[in-house]
């Protein structure tokens, strides 16, 4: 039987409505092989407590930016004035009023994923993403180095559900060791780092490929821990007046060609080999494209490179990186080219865009496609290769 490459019959015509509306109906083995536990490689999870202010030294707390929760969602930012655009406080509008959605109940947001047939997760932040360039360095580590501490008191106390992502300096080589220390004593699995390295400090704008940056990349590979990049920084590049929601996010989920491309043409890879990289939330069916256009590229290139690569372009996918999906029909048609080691499914809990409510019908699509024991690696397996559990 031909393996569906539109997802549109799983789509109610109505659509899915708000997270806030929706709950999980999960139930039996969904055609796994009995005894998997599905761990969902990327979910997402809202800071709830002010813990920057709280936890900042006191010469500190007047530069501390602020948690509350306002109108249904949770703000972050400084003396009453959020940091986040309209456009996303009115998408957190939709899922925090769950009280699973928010870092102060763990016990809801269990209670959530198992209904919908997830026992396990992989959380990367939400609105904390406003603090990923805050200008004031010194304050953003310190803010990411307590942010850390947090995430991995939710995790030591989830009793193996729950898996907090981290946050690192990646600015300087000193900074990035020192925080991927604390990061690994805290036994945090993975850190989000961004697509752009924003500036350094003389404003000009960081080359994650330059040999500046090796540094930085020394100090992640001598940790072992796997990196994590996420969609979701892209704004647009001209105002978007009717259905900006939809414009936005269309333009957010295929980010990853530039630093996929830096990996590979500038020679990270090459300098680090033993670097683990994983792509989020951006689907899988972009990989095959990405692969073949980056195979073009090389050979009508090479003869003007700066500098050749050690590999094929192949070995780079094969053996450094995965990317997660929540529902890519075009994709898992196409794992034969992705590698079914490579991908790891997700339900993105408690986004707009999640199988919040609707991942049952999600994970058969992923037995249907792959068959029991290749579903159980991309909706278990590979995640915990991933993280290393």
């Known amino acids: 039987?031909?393996?569906?490459?539109?997802?549109?019959?799983?789509?109610?015509?109505?659509?899915?409505?708000?997270?806030?509306?929706?709950?999980?109906?999960?139930?039996?083995?969904?055609?796994?092989?009995?005894?998997?536990?599905?761990?969902?490689?990327?979910?997402?999870?809202s800071l709830a407590h002010d813990i920057f202010f709280e936890r900042l030294p006191e010469e500190f707390k007047d530069k501390a930016p602020r948690i509350w929760y306002e109108d249904g969602a949770y703000q972050i930012g400084r003396k009453g004035k959020s940091f986040l655009p309209g456009d996303f406080s009115h998408v957190l509008m939709q899922y925090d009023p769950l009280e699973g959605s928010g870092s102060a109940n763990l016990e809801a947001r269990g209670a959530d994923l198992r209904a919908d047939g997830i026992a396990r997760e992989l959380a990367f932040p939400n609105a904390l993403l406003a603090l990923l360039f805050y200008p004031d360095k010194d304050i953003r580590e310190r803010c990411f180095r307590i942010y850390n501490a947090y995430i991995a008191e939710l995790q030591e106390s989830s009793n193996g559900a729950f898996y907090g992502v981290g946050l690192i300096n990646w600015w300087d080589g000193e900074g990035a060791r020192r925080t991927l220390d604390e990061l690994k004593s805290l036994d945090l699995k993975t850190f989000l780092l961004p697509l752009s390295a924003g500036k350094d400090d003389e404003g000009k704008v960081i080359d994650y490929g330059s040999t500046a940056m090796i540094p930085v990349w020394d100090a992640i590979e001598e940790s072992g821990v796997p990196v994590s990049h996420h969609i979701g920084e892209s704004?647009?590049?001209?105002?978007?007046?009717?259905?900006?929601?939809?414009?936005?996010?269309?333009?957010?989920?295929?980010?990853?060609?530039?630093?996929?491309?830096?990996?590979?043409?500038?020679?990270?890879?090459?300098?680090h080999p033993g670097l683990s990289i994983g792509w989020f939330e951006g689907g899988i069916n972009w990989v095959p494209a990405a692969l073949q256009d980056a195979e073009h590229l090389h050979a009508s290139f090479q003869h003007m490179l700066d500098r050749p690569l050690d590999h094929e372009i192949r070995h780079y996918w094969d053996n450094h990186m995965r990317a997660s999906f929540m529902v890519d029909p075009l994709g898992l048609a196409l794992v034969d080219h992705i590698g079914v080691d490579r991908v790891m499914w997700s339900s993105d809990y408690p986004h707009n865009e999640s199988t919040f409510g609707y991942s049952e019908e999600s994970l058969q699509a992923v037995v249907t496609a792959?068959?029991?024991?290749?579903?159980?690696k991309i909706v278990s397996g590979n995640i915990r290769e991933f993280l290393g559990v």
């Open 235 to 271: 704004p647009l590049s001209s105002p978007c007046e009717v259905n900006s929601v939809a414009v936005g996010m269309m333009h957010n989920v295929a980010p990853f060609r530039e630093l996929f491309s830096k990996y590979i043409f500038s020679g990270i890879i090459d300098r």
């Open 1 to 45: 039987m031909p393996v569906p490459s539109s997802s549109a019959p799983l789509y109610p015509p109505g659509g899915f409505g708000p997270p806030k509306d929706r709950r999980g109906k999960a139930a039996g083995t969904l055609g796994l092989p009995a005894g998997t536990e599905v761990f969902s490689a990327d979910n997402h999870i």
């Open 370 to 376: 792959v068959g029991p024991d290749n579903a159980a």
